[in-house]
T-cell receptor, first 114, second 114 residues
Framework: AQSVTQPDIHITVSEGASLELRCNYS??????LFWYVQSPGQGLQLLLKYFSGDTLVQGIKGFEAEFKRSQSSFNLRKPSVHWSDAAEYFC????????????FGQGTTLQVKP | DAGVIQSPRHEVTEMGQEVTLRCKPISGHNSLFWYRQTMMRGLELLIY????????DSGMPEDRFSAKMPNASFSTLKIQPSEPRDSAVYFCASSHRGDNEKLFFGSGTQLSVL
């Protein structure tokens, strides 16, 4: 079955600390992988995506993610978190040629302490 | 561009009533998606259109749900009759198919069925 698992429902980090949000996927075909961020009352915004090539991808707002095929993971990282990063983060997987039909994880809520 | 526009932002209705949610995709985008977000099930794809044609409606939960896209700049999602378990945030998203590009999400419609 195709699925995306985000093991951490809620994470709290101090401002300036590093961040890693975990994502594991189960997908039959070669996956296209995404991280989206949702601020309260807003729609989702794409942070970054991986289709092929370099397994370390850079996104907006200083985020990066690393695709590890052997671990079926696509973890999101940021070296120094800002208070404005507090939001909900979603990992998603899609198929080649149809990347709008996404399977989303349950999301991880990030709280940032001053 | 104003982005994906959804209306209304909030809808409160009584069980049994008809509800119509509206979406205007980004101009030039030829794919449109309706997603539903609930605490229990997370983000789920309900239906998507390519060039105004419904391609996959396997995510539509019941016959009470229907979606149309009469032209490239407008889509509706209708629930008739509505039930309390339909309460959720409904997102519309659009993309330009073929570019493997990102989804652009609207701000969503918060639906409460009493």
């Amino acid at each position: 079955a195709q699925s995306v698992t985000q093991p951490d429902i809620h994470i709290t980090v101090s401002e300036g600390a590093s961040l890693e949000l975990r994502c594991n996927y189960s997908y039959g075909a070669t996956p296209y992988l995404f991280w989206y961020v949702q601020s309260p009352g807003q729609g989702l915004q794409l942070l970054l995506k991986y289709f092929s090539g370099d397994t370390l991808v850079q996104g907006i707002k200083g985020f990066e993610a690393e695709f590890k095929r052997s671990q079926s993971s696509f973890n999101l990282r940021k070296p120094s978190v800002h208070w404005s990063d507090a939001a909900e983060y979603f990992c998603a997987v899609g198929a080649r040629g149809n990347t709008g039909k996404l399977i989303f994880g349950q999301g991880t809520t990030l709280q940032v302490k001053p | 561009d104003a982005g994906v526009i959804q209306s209304p932002r909030h809808e409160v209705t009584e069980m049994g009533q008809e509800v119509t949610l509206r979406c205007k995709p980004i101009s030039g985008h030829n794919s449109l998606f309706w997603y539903r977000q609930t605490m229990m099930r997370g983000l789920e794809l309900l239906i998507y259109f390519n060039n105004n044609v419904p391609i996959d409606d396997s995510g539509m939960p019941e016959d009470r749900f229907s979606a149309k896209m009469p032209n490239a700049s407008f889509s509706t999602l209708k629930i008739q009759p509505s039930e309390p378990r339909d309460s959720a945030v409904y997102f519309c998203a659009s993309s330009h198919r073929g570019d493997n590009e990102k989804l652009f999400f609207g701000s969503g419609t918060q639906l409460s069925v009493l």
